[in-house]
């Protein structure tokens, strides 16, 4: 049985720092894809970053207006997936939540939550004063 649990929101100031984290069970973490989407109030979900494994080390991809705030990672030893996030602001308030598909090799997708089989049930980041 596959679970994916996250954790690690809460409450920051605009230009603060967090780190969520995605737990995962059931699941060898170095054959899955492992995505983090985040969904705000009103409108659709869209996805932040994901990473899939390689031969050599893994992949990572972002989405375009975050990259050079947002970090993903992984320890597959802990089978745990991060999300280091810096310098938030109050656009960034959202649900965040990760999602799990087998793959190994390719670069992961962001485009649509559908490519996704597996999801947590999200943890609340709020940016405000």
């Known amino acids: 049985q596959v679970q994916l649990v996250e954790s690690g929101g809460g409450l920051v100031q605009p230009g603060g720092s967090l780190r969520l984290s995605c737990a995962t069970s059931?699941?060898?973490?170095?054959?899955?894809?492992i995505g983090w989407f985040r969904q705000a109030p009103g409108k659709e979900r869209e996805g932040v970053s994901c990473?899939?494994?390689?031969?050599?080390?893994?992949?990572?991809r972002y989405a375009d207006s975050l990259r050079g705030r947002f970090t993903i990672s992984r320890d597959n030893a802990k089978n745990t997936v991060y999300l280091q996030m810096t310098s938030l602001k109050p656009e960034d308030t959202a649900v965040y939540s990760c999602?799990?598909?087998?793959?190994?090799?390719?670069?992961?997708?962001?485009?649509?939550?559908?490519?996704?089989?597996?999801w947590g049930q999200g943890t609340q980041v709020t940016v405000s004063t």
């Open positions: 999602a799990a598909v087998p793959r190994f090799g390719r670069l992961c997708a962001l485009g649509s939550s559908a490519d996704y089989d597996y």
């Open positions: 059931g699941v060898t973490l170095a054959s899955y894809a």
């Open positions: 990473i899939v494994s390689t031969s050599s080390s893994g992949l990572t």
